[in-house]
């Protein structure tokens, strides 16, 4: 045997070893919960649009996300003090493959069946953040 073919073979071997523990960490991935953290600056003269939208729109889509088992929970947070970052939307999924679905798009649809009102109130949302960044963060809770 040659050099090159020993070291293909010693390549193929340990790529080999290394895909149990990768199917492993995707297994682990998928059986435990992630929180979803979205930070917001919001301008105070629009925090009222913002809890007329969450009253009407957000609350009962997460309701229905919830029903659906595409979310555990989802809490939106107001920072009245504060000046960076004054809302902070929390939402608890169950695996991270519900994490690269869109969970509000697809409740959203049940509550509000009408397309047209839909994009008004995306609309509606978007000019509550417009301008502003936000930023995101992903965690697990630490269990035994």
Do not use: C
């Not at 970052?85 to 519900?98: E, G, Q, R």
């Amino acid at each position: 045997m040659n050099k090159t073919t020993i070291r293909l073979i010693i390549a193929v071997l340990v790529i080999l070893l290394f895909i149990p523990s990768l199917v492993a960490q995707d297994k682990e991935k998928d059986s435990k919960p992630y929180w979803y953290f979205s930070y917001y600056k919001v301008n105070n003269a629009k925090i009222d649009s913002l809890y007329k939208l969450e009253t009407k729109y957000g609350i009962p889509v997460a309701e229905e996300a919830k029903k659906q088992g595409i979310i555990l929970e989802h809490k939106t947070l107001r920072h009245h003090t504060g000046d960076e970052y004054n809302i902070v939307f929390m939402t608890k999924l169950p695996s991270w493959s519900a994490l690269e679905k869109n969970w509000f798009r697809t409740a959203f649809k049940v509550v509000e069946p009408d397309k047209d009102i839909r994009k008004k109130v995306i609309d509606s949302y978007n000019w509550v953040f417009e301008g502003w960044i936000h930023y995101d963060n992903i965690y697990t809770e630490i269990t035994k």
